[in-house]
């Protein structure tokens, strides 16, 4: 059975045993006392006859240490802390603080530690009902789950007990307070590891350590501020991350949502699309001679030429109506001959991780075109407030749907939602549009400031963008829920038997148009005197129409199997 990418306890404490020798941490007493390390050094002395020296804090090294074991079960128990099969012991999360002390870690090497020993006995145990000697190793529980249902677990339920945590650490040399943290901050901390979950990760990886590093660098820079500046600035680093993951996800669901608009529209366009442009061109056609009548109704001398120069910018603005239209039904035709795509079945866990990369992506995205964040920039002021607008219409345009992304059956992953592929191509747009406009913004978030003021400033300044960002995807939202003519569509494409029908309203519609445009060109004519008009005098579209016999194809239009 296929393996999740969670990193066993057994694992972190056999790396520092085996490296005990090339510790560069390990004191000069330590090394008299223990040449080497073996798991039943981890406990303490049983009955049985053996070799083993129990480790112990030494106080020489250390006044807060006490020259007790490490451990506080046998060294038997100690030995199957290593043993994933049906008789495992969960170590006591006093002895993992003590041998982090041991082998010298950090805290925020230590800290995991601990979480991963809760983790594995909450998820385990709790969770997924573990134990021993039932047939079952906790191997196969831990490694074979899956990996949506640990994450949905961890962000909801697994909740360690602070409190104990921190008073244990502290009886150890006061690991916390010495390290900068109240029971306060160490405890949003703790949710901080969990929510990355670090837990998760080897005790040695580059997330631990680059994430000790912030850490380390972050407390150095508060300490320059108050204790309420301090506790400030947590609550805001706290709420700017709730704020992010809460718009990340509505920007994920509205680009999913637009994704499936767009392929309503394209697959009604494939059955529809001939008959409806008709139908919008005779509508326009209308309406144009009606404003023609109008005008040379008020002003009887008006010319020929008189009356399309009155209303040149309204023909315009009808003609790119119709071109757009045109644009949609062409773009139809040129992916109706494309091949089919086809699938492989993907894990829940591959589509989990997949998702979270479009995220990452959109997150992205978003800091690159959001105004308030365009404005810290000095290229961006020197724009002028049309260059501001342009730009700000280039950047929308550059997150729509393309077409190719339309074309993805049911059993594709790009079918339901945004590509890594099409999100890559928009960031790479606007990187180019923002380019040759002179503006380089990073898109990595990351607190600005060289003071605990100025950094705290930071965050409330991006919590207030958050805060906006996040009210107006809530209302794109529901603009989206209350699209009833988009419903209408689909449920329409839904119903095969009835597209015939609809073909045929479509068409009566369109000669119905064609009847009345006749009437008012006739009607037109007679104000200007002529028994015809000139053909340039109907608008600069030509609104002429093949309607065809009004019958289709069964394969014509797209359906989800």
């Not at 047939?135 to 602070?162: C, Y």
Request: hydrophobic residues 35%; glycine residues 4%.
């Amino acid at each position: 059975m296929k393996q999740n990418k969670y990193s066993l306890l057994r694992d972190d404490l056999t790396h520092y045993m085996r490296g005990y020798s090339n510790n560069q941490l390990i004191t000069v007493n330590q090394r008299n006392e223990w040449k080497r390390i073996t798991q039943a050094s981890l406990g303490q002395q049983n009955n049985r006859k053996s070799s083993f020296k129990p480790l112990v804090l030494l106080e020489i090294d250390n006044s807060y240490y006490d020259n007790q074991p490490v451990g506080s079960v046998s060294s038997t128990s100690a030995e199957r802390f290593f043993n994933y099969d049906e008789n495992h012991v969960f170590p006591p999360m006093r002895d993992l603080v003590r041998f982090g002390c041991f082998f010298h870690l950090d805290l925020y090497h230590m800290l995991p530690l601990v979480l991963k020993n809760e983790w594995e006995r909450y998820f385990g145990h709790d969770v997924q009902g573990w134990r021993n000697f039932t047939g079952v190793t906790l191997f196969d529980v831990l490694k074979t789950a899956n990996e949506i249902d640990m994450r949905e677990q961890n962000a909801r339920a697994f909740k360690p007990d602070s409190q104990f945590i921190f008073d244990l650490f502290e009886i150890h040399g006061q690991i916390v307070t010495k390290a900068g943290y109240t029971i306060e901050t160490f405890s949003a901390l703790i949710n901080e590891m969990i929510l990355q979950r670090l837990h998760w990760e080897a005790n040695t990886s580059d997330l631990i350590n680059r994430f000790a590093q912030e850490e380390i660098n972050r407390l150095e820079l508060i300490k320059t501020g108050s204790v309420d500046e301090q506790e400030a600035l947590w609550k805001a680093r706290l709420e700017f991350d709730e704020q992010h993951n809460q718009v990340d996800n509505l920007v994920w669901r509205l680009q999913n949502l637009e994704l499936k608009k767009e392929k309503i529209n394209f697959n009604w366009n494939r059955i529809f699309g001939e008959l409806e442009l008709q139908l919008k061109a005779q509508i326009l056609r209308i309406e144009t001679l009606e404003r023609y009548i109008l005008l040379k109704t008020i002003n009887p001398d008006l010319t020929e030429d008189g009356v399309l120069n009155a209303i040149k910018e309204e023909n315009e603005e009808i003609n790119k109506k119709l071109e757009r239209s045109n644009y949609e039904n062409l773009i139809v035709d040129i992916y109706n001959d494309f091949p089919q795509l086809s699938g492989t079945p993907v894990s829940d866990e591959f589509i989990y991780e997949y998702k979270k990369k479009c995220i990452a992506l959109l997150r992205q995205i978003r800091k690159l075109t959001h105004d308030d964040r365009l404005r810290r920039n000095p290229a961006y002021s020197q724009l002028t407030e049309n260059q501001k607008n342009e730009l700000k219409q280039i950047l929308m345009l550059s997150l729509k749907v393309q077409p190719d992304e339309l074309i993805y059956p049911s059993n594709v992953i790009g079918h339901d939602m945004r590509t890594i592929e099409g999100l890559h191509r928009v960031l790479d747009r606007i990187n180019t549009i923002l380019q040759n406009s002179g503006i380089d913004i990073d898109p990595d978030y990351y607190p600005q400031g060289e003071t605990i003021q100025e950094q705290l400033r930071w965050y409330l300044d991006e919590i207030k963008i958050l805060q906006k960002e996040k009210e107006l995807y809530t209302e794109r939202l529901a603009s989206y829920v209350k699209d009833i003519e988009t419903k209408r569509k689909n449920i329409l494409l839904e119903v095969p038997e009835e597209h015939l029908k609809i073909k045929n309203g479509l068409k009566k519609q369109v000669e119905s148009f064609i009847t009345k445009a006749e009437e008012l060109e006739r009607n037109l004519a007679v104000l200007f005197g002529v028994s015809d008009l000139n053909l340039n005098f109907k608008g600069i579209v030509n609104f002429e129409s093949d309607l065809g016999d009004g019958s289709y194809n069964q394969n014509e239009f797209y359906t989800e199997e």
